[in-house]
């Protein structure tokens, strides 16, 4: 099984003024890190995929650093102290 998009990526800020492109993924065969909480996302659960809008080097750069995301913690960034 590849990930599996549900969707176009959505563009969101964060308190910070940043913008970050947000694509809901249903699953996917790999073991993913959540940079939020540093705990794995497991095979076929459902996560986020999430790049900058604004990447020093450009879109392609962007794509490259994008990061997997438990919902929940992504949701929960603003409220969480710096990592």
Do not use: N, T
Request: proline share 5%; charged share 30%; aromatic share 8%.
């Amino acid at each position: 099984m590849s990930s599996v998009l549900r969707g176009r990526a959505r563009s969101e800020g964060r308190a910070d003024g940043s913008r970050w492109s947000v694509r809901p993924v249903a699953g996917s065969d790999k073991v993913y890190r959540c940079p939020g909480c540093e705990q794995q996302i497991q095979p076929g659960v459902g996560h986020v995929v999430v790049w900058s809008d604004d990447h020093l080097f450009g879109e392609e750069a962007a794509l490259d650093d994008r990061r997997h995301w438990h919902r929940s913690c992504w949701q929960a960034r603003d409220r969480r102290g710096p990592r």
